[in-house]
């Protein structure tokens, strides 16, 4: 008589099929990410696996392309975290007992949209893409942690920089800014 695990047919998996140069940095780099809970600097994490943070780029890749199951590793310019898959993520939210976030309105989806493909920018720069006064959906994505302040422009009166975060990432369920759709551009015909 055959198991349970015998009838279903699954496949089986050896772990020859497993063997590449990354699998075991990989799965290192992962623990690291899974044991810190947080976000981790590349610096940080080459230092802890005894690589150079150049020779972890490779790594990366791998896990980008090869993703643990239910998890992803997100990566927001030098630093690094572990976050579940988005597919994962009403399974969680019932787990956790969490409210699906509100909405946001127009105003802070759109001064969304711009500093995440012209980060970093300052309110100025919204301001001067939206044409209006963009401070409330400033505030507003600060404060949903969805934007941060990343530094301040050279400039007279040295204004805020603003950029993504990697919550922003993660609400979008990528990997990377780079990973955002190309903005379509418009052309006139005529």
């Not at 009403?90 to 969490?98: C, S």
Request: charged share 20%.
């Amino acid at each position: 008589m055959e198991s349970p695990l015998e009838q279903a047919q699954l496949p089986v998996i050896k772990s020859a099929s497993l063997e590449t140069p990354f699998l075991d940095q990989a799965k290192h780099l992962v623990a690291l990410l899974f044991a810190a809970g947080g976000l981790l600097g590349l610096e940080e994490v080459a230092r802890a696996l005894g690589a150079q943070p150049s020779n972890l780029e490779e790594t990366l890749v791998y896990l980008h392309e090869h993703p643990p199951l239910g998890l992803r590793v997100l990566r927001h310019g030098d630093e690094l975290t572990l976050v579940t898959d988005p597919a994962s993520a009403p399974y969680v939210e019932a787990l956790l007992g969490l409210d699906r976030p509100t909405k946001l309105s127009r105003a802070a989806l759109e001064t969304l949209a711009i500093v995440a493909y012209r980060q970093p920018v300052t309110r100025g720069d919204v301001e001067m893409v939206r044409g209006v006064n963009s401070d409330s959906a400033v505030t507003t994505l600060l404060n949903r942690g969805l934007v941060a302040e990343v530094g301040r422009r050279e400039t007279v009166g040295r204004p805020t920089l603003y950029g993504t975060t990697p919550e922003f990432l993660q609400l979008l369920g990528i990997d990377a800014v780079d990973d955002l759709p190309p903005i379509p551009i418009a052309t006139s015909e005529g």
